[in-house]
């Protein structure tokens, strides 16, 4: 059946250092991958998708990469600050609409 | 613009009872999406309906569940009869044509709790 892995429940990082974060998936040919945000009580929020024929997407301090022979995506975000503190999403998608997300990573940026 | 609005935010019920669950859609969005959260769990996608039509159901359970999104109106997913197993979190998405279905804006959740 289809797995997707978010690499640790938690990760806590100095401010100012690289969050990386990892999704792993087996079973699964996606088309896509998406990174959302969530934060305790609210809804995620769309952050970037990569498509299975693209190897780095950028935006801002956010970086994803794709690599769809190791399965698995990367998640950075350079010069973290406390207000990057919340949960990450991978999200996956074949179809046109389907997601299948991770169970995700709680990210504590530490001032 | 106001985004995609979901009530109630909380929600109690009995066993046995039933929970209707509303979804409104950011304007100009006329694809709707449910999700479920389980706690420890991801989000599992649910149902997938356009005004008036239901397109994908595959994630919804057979019995007691319901969703539709009528011409006018909020999308409403109805769970009947409530079990403990039911409680969760409810999120709706949506998105604003079929061209533009890869980038899902989610509402705030619905928190049932079935006592």
């Known amino acids: 059946s289809q797995k997707i892995e978010q690499n640790s429940e938690a990760l806590n990082i100095q401010e100012g250092k690289t969050a990386t974060l990892t999704c792993n998936y087996t079973?699964?040919?996606?088309?896509?991958l998406q990174w959302y945000r969530q934060d305790p009580g609210r809804g995620p929020v769309f952050l970037l998708l990569i498509r299975e024929n693209e190897k780095e997407k950028r935006k801002e301090r956010l970086k994803v990469t794709f690599d769809t022979t190791l399965k698995q995506s990367l998640f950075h975000i350079t010069a973290s600050q406390p207000a990057d503190s919340a949960t990450y999403l991978c999200?996956?998608?074949?179809?046109?609409?389907?997601?299948?997300f991770g169970k995700g990573t709680k990210l504590s940026v530490i001032p | 613009n106001a985004g995609v609005m979901q009530n109630p935010r909380h929600l109690v019920r009995r066993r046995g009872q039933e929970a209707r669950l509303r979804c409104s859609p950011m304007?100009?969005?006329?694809?709707v999406y449910w999700y479920r959260q389980l706690p420890e769990e991801g989000l599992k996608f649910m149902v997938y309906l356009q005004k008036e039509n239901i397109i994908d159901e595959s994630g919804m359970p057979k019995e007691r569940f319901s969703a539709e999104f009528p011409k006018e109106g909020p999308s409403i997913l109805r769970i009947q009869q409530v079990v403990r197993g039911d409680s969760a979190a409810y999120f709706c998405a949506s998105s604003p044509s079929v061209d533009l279905v890869y980038e899902q804006y989610f509402g705030p959740g619905t928190r049932l709790t079935v006592t």
């Open positions: 079973n699964y040919s996606p088309a896509y």
């Open positions: 304007k100009g969005h006329s694809h």
């Open positions: 999200a996956l998608g074949a179809g046109s609409y389907q997601l299948t």
